[in-house]
């Protein structure tokens, strides 16, 4: 009898911690997503970059496939990030989660700024993505734009 009570709670609360593990996955990328915004305003800092790489694992891939691009590791993100520091400016971004589960959130990330152009002259852009957000351990382990 003690067992069969044992089989029907777990039955009862796995669902609920498999969706407290989901929204801990969406929580990761929610805060991402703002530790990303203030890397792209124009006071930034190295240590802004350094907060926004805590999300991401140590064996981290970011890849865009139809812009060919694809950088493994902190320290690319990194040097690539720090090139384009007070460059862009009131980054603003609006994240949309389309499904999500413990280890994969998929979302729209929507991205508007002002960019700095060779002239001073502060000029508006804007990004438009569908994004997959792999999760291991608390952290992005990979990242997959559209």
Known sequence: MRRLIEIVLLVLFFPIAALDQDRDAEELVRQYVGARSHTMQETASSSDIE???WFYSERFVYEHPSAGARIVGKE????GMSGYLGETK???YTLQILASNSHVVVAQVDQQF???QENGIWTPGKRSNITVFEVERGKIARILDY
């Open 51 to 53: 907060r926004f790489l």
């Open 114 to 116: 002002l960019m700095k």
């Open 90 to 92: 009131n980054a603003t």
């Open 76 to 79: 690319k993100s990194r040097a």
